[in-house]
């Protein structure tokens, strides 16, 4: 060969090695990453959680919402399920999937009451209706379904030990339609649901939102090597503040939702808050809410309602990619999102959760956060208690309440 070739040749091989090397390396930092989806219960307004989902697929690229652990409670579980049955990579499905649902979803394939009525269900069963159609329901429409590479977390609070329990997708197909039904059960509207004898309710009695063990998952078997290799992405259905209500002259079914709602809301806040101090250094992308509640209770199923609601998620998911995407390479969050109330700077809920919301999203100076030590059902959590507690997510069991 001539000598001017084979120099040509000598660079041309060196800077296909460096080509090769240079997507090697893209390859394996991207397959590194893990991103998680979490999604929080909240009954009707589940169809917020699937127009959000939908934002995110169609505003985000394809390598950016691969999630490849889902987790739900409750109607979040509901909507989670089916991502089972799509590949990582093919969200898009999904989310038209879950679309369809929502849009064609009726009361009756939800809940009726008993043959004799409240009555009946106040003195001789265990609930106030009767919610064996979702089962039937849930039956039908993942009658054919496969499972395919995601990984999925259903959470339901266990009556009868009073712990959290969670179902992955190596369970049975028929097995994780009544673990939804079960996380979906709110106590004393909808029967408990016996699993392997145990009883189960709402998993938001005690976690509305399922974010340290979606973690797990990541750390343990999702790709994720190092804490900051985990993207969580959290959708809540209710708004930062729980709206004013006068239950004074409202009926037992009214009380019961609101009592639902404080109740499911309150452990979102502490789940929340807990897994941002948990795992500090793992990215907390985006957490999406409604600015405001919605009309009408979370059992209603009103088509025009869901429709509504649907959009308005959609809306939000695409607005909060739109500013996430402004602000890179470093996001930065310019004010405090939720909408601001005289309450605000009243010990509560609210400062609890905008505390969160900042430490999550780095809006104080870095350093260390302004609290160690953080209460949590009563218990104080110290740093010596958080790494037990990330001890006991990470390597041992994922239950970690
Ligand atoms: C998935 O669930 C099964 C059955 O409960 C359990 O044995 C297994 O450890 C779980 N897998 C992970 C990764 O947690
Ligand atoms: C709630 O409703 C009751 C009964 O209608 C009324 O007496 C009370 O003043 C109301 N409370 C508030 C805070 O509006
Ligand atoms: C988080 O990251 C910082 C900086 O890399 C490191 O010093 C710290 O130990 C990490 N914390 C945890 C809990 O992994
Ligand atoms: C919430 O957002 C919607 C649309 O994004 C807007 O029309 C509505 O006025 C907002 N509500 C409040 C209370 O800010
Ligand atoms: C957590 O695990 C590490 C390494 O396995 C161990 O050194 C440490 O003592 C554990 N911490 C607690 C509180 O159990």
């Known amino acids: 060969m001539h000598r001017p070739y084979l120099r040509l040749w000598r660079s041309w091989r060196t800077l296909s090695l460096l080509c090769v090397l240079a997507s090697c390396y893209a390859w394996r930092s991207l397959a590194r990453k893990c991103h998680a989806l979490i999604l929080s219960g909240g009954g009707d307004k589940g169809a917020y959680e699937a127009g ?4 995110l697929v169609e505003s985000l ?14 109607v979040g579980a509901l909507n989670a399920m089916p991502s089972l049955h799509y590949k990582v990579g093919d969200e898009a499905e999904w989310a038209s999937f879950l679309e369809r649902t929502w849009m064609s979803i009726r009361k009756e394939y939800v809940y009726r009451n008993w043959p004799f009525g409240l009555p009946q269900g106040l003195l001789f069963k265990p609930s106030l209706y009767d919610s064996s159609p979702l089962q039937t329901h849930l039956h039908r429409i993942f009658a054919d379904f496969e499972k395919k590479d995601r990984k999925l977390l259903i959470t339901a609070t ?3 030990f009073a712990t959290l329990k969670t179902w992955n997708e190596t369970e049975p197909l028929s097995k994780l339609i009544s673990a939804v039904s079960a996380s979906a059960a709110l106590p004393g509207i909808f029967p408990p649901l016996t699993i392997d004898g145990v009883a189960y309710n709402d998993g938001g009695i005690l976690a ?7 973690i797990g998952r990541c750390l343990m078997d999702g ?10 992405d959290i959708i809540l259905c209710s708004p930062a503040h729980q709206p004013i209500r006068n239950v004074s002259n409202e009926n037992t079914i009214r ?7 404080i109740r499911n809301f309150n452990s979102a806040v502490r789940m929340l808050e807990r897994a941002t101090t948990t795992f500090p250094n793992a990215s907390f992308r985006f957490l999406i809410y409604p600015n405001a509640s919605f009309p009408g ?7 025009e309602e ?27 969050w310019p004010h405090w999102p939720f909408p601001r109330r005289e309450d605000d700077e009243q010990p509560g809920l609210s400062k609890v959760f905008r505390e969160a919301w900042q430490r999550a999203f780095q809006i104080n100076p870095p350093g260390p956060p302004p609290h160690r030590h953080h209460r949590w059902f009563g218990q104080e959590a110290t740093d010596e208690g958080q790494e037990r507690r990330r001890n006991e997510t990470t390597t041992t069991t994922l239950r970690y309440i």
Not at 61 to 74: F, L, N, P, Q, Y
Not at 225 to 232: F, N, Q, S
Not at 297 to 303: A, Q
């Open 297 to 303: 209770n979370s059992l209603d199923f009103d088509p």
């Open 306 to 332: 869901l429709r509504d609601m649907y959009a308005q998620g959609n809306r939000d998911a695409q607005d909060m990619v739109k500013r996430w995407r402004e602000t890179r390479p470093e996001p930065k």
């Open 158 to 160: 266990d009556m009868t």
């Open 52 to 55: 959000a989902i939908k934002g």
């Open 223 to 232: 790709g994720a090597k190092r804490e900051r290799d985990v993207i969580i």
């Open 61 to 74: 690229d394809e390598a950016e919402r691969a999630w490849k652990v889902v987790s739900g409670v409750s």
């Open 208 to 214: 509305d939102l399922n974010i340290e063990a979606a």
């Open 255 to 261: 009380v019961l939702l609101r009592a639902e709602a």
